[in-house]
């Protein structure tokens, strides 16, 4: 009986002991599950360290060479075109001729009235030989009056023949199109055979005066390159056909306001679109080898004295007036290292369209900068990275 006994309190505390290990197997099965499906359950982010360094400004920009000067010359006379001398592209120099024009009509208009002088004339010599009748006869009355008739054909003849040199001057002047100064046409509209429309007939450009490279850029950036007035800056004509790409040298001409652009909505949409005041970069360029319209790019780089860590733009997040960002906290728990969204404030700092630099206290070497999230986060959220 008592060794019975012994068995039965044996086999008791053994299958207590395999109730206890179960239960104690159970529960950290469920505690390793829940932590588990609760990391699942964590917000998902994408992180990158940050790099450290000057933040690097640059410009880059194109278009299209305009003339400082040109001329747009019209059709003098409305005269049909009777022959084009040039064609558009070509190099011409001052008062070489563009276009001559059909002038028939004022010729038949001059040679009229040059005889219509011719009959004055005679009719002039008519009056005199009356005067010298009146004169020999003696009549006073008819000598006066003889005198005056002779006076009045002297102004009609005068009229007349400014008249004449008028037309002469208006025929020699409007049957040709001459270039008003050395350069290179830009745009030909006339067309041999028929008259002008309401667009010049030929638009010249003046090739001694230069050309306009106009670039709109932030006013910050140009700020921070520290552009000025006068200042070179080194531009490339883009190829073109057989015309192979060549650097070039500009100089800044003026730098002006350009109006504002709208940078974008600030994240949550609560406070007014981020707004960039841009400003107009006026280049000016020189050079005997251009002709007007060449596609011309320009590309400007300064690395800032001070120095920090470079964060991606999309990492900064705005709420009014206030910048911060997100880093990536490691923390020991009781069933491993836990990771935490700890909130930076950016307090001062500089920025491009890519980047901003903060100051180098706000951030620790190997700090993981949180780029993206699947929902968003408060300072001390638990995350999970990807």
């Known amino acids: 009986m008592e060794l019975s006994k012994e068995q039965v309190d044996r086999k008791r505390k053994k299958w207590i002991s395999t109730v206890l290990l ?3 197997g159970l529960l950290l099965f469920f505690t390793l599950f829940s932590n588990t499906l609760q990391s699942v359950t964590l917000p998902k982010v994408n ?20 003339p400082v000067n040109q001329a747009e010359l019209p059709n003098p006379a409305g005269w049909k075109v009777r022959q084009v001398l040039v064609k558009e592209g070509d190099v011409v120099k001052k008062g070489q001729n563009l276009i001559l024009y059909d002038s028939t009509s004022a010729e038949r208009e001059l040679e009229n009235e040059i005889a219509q002088l011719t009959k004055l004339t005679i009719a002039l010599e008519d009056v005199q030989d ?25 102004i009609d003849i005068s009229v007349q023949q400014r008249k004449i040199d008028g ?3 208006q025929l020699n002047r409007q049957r040709e199109l001459a270039a ?37 850029a932030d006013r910050s950036l ?16 883009l190829a073109e ?10 100089t800044i001409h003026d730098i002006t306001d350009a109006g504002s ?30 002709k007007g319209g060449e596609q011309v790019s320009v590309k400007l780089e300064r690395t800032s004295s001070g120095k920090g860590w470079l964060v991606p733009n999309e990492a900064i997040h705005r709420v009014g007036e206030k910048r911060f960002l997100f880093k990536v906290e490691k923390q020991r728990g009781a069933l491993g290292n836990e990771f935490v969204a700890r909130k930076v404030t950016i307090e001062a700092s500089e920025s491009t369209d890519r980047e901003t630099m903060i100051p180098a206290d706000r951030l620790y070497e190997g700090d993981l900068i949180i780029m993206e999230s699947s929902e968003p986060l408060q300072d001390g959220n638990r995350i999970r990275l990807q």
């Not at 992180?47 to 305009?66: D, P, R, V, W």
């Not at 005067?131 to 006076?151: C, D, F, N, P």
């Not at 140009?222 to 004509?237: F, N």
């Not at 709208?262 to 679109?273: F, K, R, S, T, V």
């Open 22 to 24: 179960l239960l104690i």
């Open 130 to 154: 009356q005067l010298k009748l009146s004169i020999v006869e003696g009549g006073e009355s008819a000598t006066g009056k003889a005198e005056r008739e002779l006076t009045t054909r002297n």
């Open 47 to 66: 992180a990158e360290l940050a790099a450290s360094g000057g933040i690097a400004y640059k410009l880059e920009g194109s278009g299209i060479l305009q």
């Open 222 to 237: 140009i700020d921070s390159l520290g552009l000025a007035v006068k200042q070179s800056v080194e531009l490339k004509v």
């Open 241 to 250: 056909g057989e015309q192979p790409a060549r650097p070039m040298e500009g």
């Open 167 to 169: 037309l002469r001057e």
């Open 261 to 290: 652009q709208i940078a974008g909505l600030p994240e949550g949409g609560a406070a007014a679109p981020a707004v960039n005041l841009q400003k107009k970069l006026r280049i000016h360029v020189d050079d005997a080898t251009l």
């Open 180 to 216: 008003p100064f050395d350069g290179i046409v830009m745009d030909l509209n006339a067309v041999e055979g028929l008259a002008s429309t309401s667009q010049p007939d030929i638009v010249i450009s003046n090739s001694d005066l230069g050309y306009w490279l106009d670039i709109d």
